[in-house]
């Protein structure tokens, strides 16, 4: 028996409607700046960090990868958990050249600063440190652009507009190296976070002038709970979380700038909607509230060398002959003394994709946007 015209008409409907919302999607493509934390693998072996040079050894990458993927993790950072949760695949990165692109690229590099190379150049800051810094990654976004007949969305909109037609820009945590690499000079650090805040706002104007619609800024998390900071100051020097509280505040102090340049440049661009990603807050929640989230080890690495109280070697960090990893990541916030675990990441990753800890909620964003092309 033929289905009749109402039957008919309700399946087609069914169909259209199913199609619409399989292929429609917030984005659907990222383009990724920052540093260490969201690098998914634009730094090899003795490039990266200074004393983290090993990211090209094993056992980094072996929770999820299974190999190493030149990323400071045992698996996935915060970026491929939202690539994930868009449906999209992971980011390649920039210096991947064989790499297809239609989803987006990753420009982020470990050890990069957000104030230029050239200023701990004049400042004899040079030793071990990368020479990568946000300006670097403008360069080769703005090499990409002219790829694609994009150099000023003033004088090409057309050819911009299709860079940015369901693009979200990621600017991952960035300037935490700034601090680190003034450590025994004599600049002080009031002197970096005004050079550095400079810098990611002057990096921030850039992609906007070129027509960025949607972006998500991070911002430092409270880098006193990292385990070298840990090992490197005196235990009097501990805020309410048992972290290095003279760090943490710098970090915060730090990002409260960054929210207040964010806020003008919301005001300055009303069209586009710029995203704040509390990493100290959602970092520090995570914290206090470990044993729910299955973290029994806070401070202590799962990748280091063996000792009290850390399991932390400066001299001998993971990937190192001398080195060994944990049984079990998941149970531990840091991976190797700088960065962190995969399941750390996952969780971070999951506070700002709810919203929780994103100024306006990324959440609503998502759920509000809608690309299908």
């Known amino acids: 028996m033929l289905p009749s015209t109402t039957t008919t008409s309700v399946v087609v409907v069914t169909i259209i409607l199913f199609i619409t919302t399989a292929s429609a999607r917030p984005f659907n493509k990222i383009y990724a700046f920052g540093d260490s934390y969201t690098d998914t693998g634009n730094t090899a072996s003795g490039g990266g960090p200074n004393a983290f040079t090993y990211v ?30 868009l449906s999209l695949p992971f ?3 920039y210096r991947n050249l064989k790499a297809d692109t239609p989803n987006g690229v990753n420009y982020a590099v470990a050890g990069s600063t957000a104030i230029p190379y050239s200023f701990f150049v004049k400042n004899n800051l040079t030793l071990d440190i990368q020479s990568q810094s946000l300006q670097t990654q403008l360069a080769w976004f703005n090499k990409n652009l002219e790829g694609q007949k994009c150099k000023s ?3 090409t909109p057309n050819e911009c507009k299709k860079v940015f037609d369901g693009a979200l820009v990621w600017v991952g945590e960035i300037g935490a190296n700034d601090y680190a690499y003034i450590t025994g000079s004599s600049i002080q650090s009031k002197t970096i976070q005004e050079l550095s805040i400079q810098s990611v706002n002057g990096f921030l104007e850039a992609l906007l002038d070129k027509g960025a619609k949607y972006m998500v800024v991070e911002g430092l998390p ?26 943490n505040k710098q970090s915060y102090d730090h990002n409260t700038i960054l929210q207040t340049k964010i806020r003008d440049l919301r005001q300055k661009y009303p069209e586009t909607v710029i995203i704040y990603a509390d990493y100290w807050n959602a970092y520090s929640s995570v914290i206090k509230n470990a044993p729910k989230l ?3 080890e806070i401070f202590k690495v799962c990748c280091g060398t063996s000792g009290e109280p850390y399991n932390f070697d400066v ?9 060994s990893a944990c049984q079990n990541p998941s149970q531990y916030v840091n991976w190797d003394g700088v960065h962190l675990t995969e ?8 506070l700002f994709l709810k919203g ?7 959440a609503s964003v998502l759920s509000s946007v809608q690309y299908s092309g």
């Not at 050894?57 to 190999?67: A, E, K, R």
């Not at 929780?356 to 990324?362: K, Q, R």
């Open 56 to 85: 090209s050894n094993l056992p980094y990458g072996t929770t999820f990868f299974h190999h190493p993927t030149n990323r400071y993790s045992d698996g996935r950072l915060v970026i491929d958990f939202v690539t994930e949760s």
């Open 91 to 93: 980011l390649p990165p």
């Open 153 to 155: 969305v003033k004088l």
């Open 222 to 247: 409270p880098t006193g709970c990292l385990t070298l900071s840990m090992s490197l100051a005196p235990e009097s020097d501990r805020d309410d979380m048992g972290c290095v509280g003279s760090l």
């Open 294 to 296: 299955g973290f029994k």
């Open 315 to 323: 001299l001998a960090t993971c990937g190192s002959q001398s080195s």
């Open 343 to 350: 399941a750390m990441y996952k969780v971070v990753a999951n």
């Open 356 to 362: 929780e800890f994103t100024h306006p909620p990324l």
